[in-house]
DNA sequence: GTCTATATTTGGATAGAC
DNA sequence: GTCTATCCAAATATAGAC
């Protein structure tokens, strides 16, 4: 008998092609936007006719579902390398800055993840899974600066989606929302430091 | 010589044929999304067929401005009929509240209006004038209210599509966040309100 | 003004040869 | 695995009869 080789030379190529026509989804997806993949432009960005991407995805909708899950891995890792300082405001301005330059990075990637723009996608489960382990361990981290009033966490995102909206509605590729980040955070921080000192100062009963 | 009626009724029919398709649009905007409306089912809705359409609009995005124009004559109408009380706390809660209830009222009209989501679609200068002028009360009004500093005024803003935004892409139809209307302005008056107070807190230099 | 018929374009997907 | 050829469907828009 033949030994099994150890690498699977053939299986190997076939996710680099994979990655390819992922990666040349990308740049028409920056281009044209999200909606302007069409499966010609895709496969003639790396020398095929449309067909024969069906070699390698069942249809154009796995290809979205790729595009999700590799950004929902980028997004997890971003998070997991963020490392809290101990200085509850410089954790929450570092956590509000990631996300902004997440999504300023690549706003057709924050459209993808985190608004819901193309219909008839809903990402797998298997895609899906990395984001919501990202949103818990940013919402364990919170909690862990001693917000853990719902409330007053989905105000701290909302400040930030709010950042990242008006951004990219009024001035795309420019600042002036997105230099927010710091007196956002800090006005944000003096309107909940209170509750933690002071006890429960807000309404709970509600 | 016969004298010319005072009133034209074919154009006032011709007019009111507008409206009716204008309508049509909407309600099917409302059902599959501003980029789900179709020519054919729009002039189905108003016992047509879709070339007819042509007879009222040049084309499908003479459609989207009209429905603009629209849009944004509402917003400036609701914007127009917030009175100040005298108490800005009040005043600014009262102008999120309508910019929030606006939007969640009819999420399509404030997609149109608030972000950049039709391909090809550009509304007119005619359209967009009545958007500009409510833009410019607001934030006269905010002036008048003691807050002139341009970044926060931004923030009041970014507060705003803050909320909606993550309304609408995480719990559509819900209320938890628009429901942080009030505890979001009281942080931000709470923020702006000692450089009102005690003169130029925060920098002003940079 | 409204219709039928049609042009034109586009895009996802499949069949089958090689 | 890749190709050509093709199907099928949808959508905007136009031509021309009535």
Redesign the pocket.
């Known amino acids: 008998m033949l030994d099994q080789p150890t690498r699977n030379r053939r299986a190997e190529q076939?996710s680099r092609?994979r990655a390819e026509i992922i990666d040349a989804a990308w740049e028409i997806a920056r281009e044209s936007g999200l909606a302007g993949?069409?499966?010609?432009d895709v496969?003639a960005r790396v020398?095929?006719?449309?067909?024969?991407l069906?070699?390698y995805f069942d249809?154009?909708?796995a290809i979205y579902d790729a595009m999700f899950a590799e950004g929902a891995r980028d997004f997890l890792a971003g998070v997991e390398a963020l490392t809290p300082t101990g200085d509850p405001l410089t954790d929450l301005k570092n956590g509000m800055r990631f996300y902004v330059d997440f999504a300023t990075a690549d706003p057709v990637r924050y459209q993808l993840l985190f608004q819901r723009t193309i219909p008839g996608f809903e990402p797998s489960p298997e895609s899906y899974a990395p984001a919501v382990k990202a949103l818990e361990i940013a919402r364990a981290e919170l909690s862990r600066l001693g917000i853990s009033d719902p409330g007053a966490l989905d105000l701290f995102t909302a400040l930030g989606a709010g950042l990242i909206s008006q951004q990219f509605a009024n001035e795309p590729g420019g600042d002036r929302w997105t230099r927010l980040v710091d007196p956002a955070t800090e006005m944000f921080y003096a309107y909940v430091l209170p509750a933690r000192d002071q006890g429960n100062r807000r309404e709970r009963r509600q």
């Open positions: 076939r092609t993949i069409t499966l010609r496969a020398g095929m006719r449309a067909p024969s069906y070699s249809s154009k909708n």
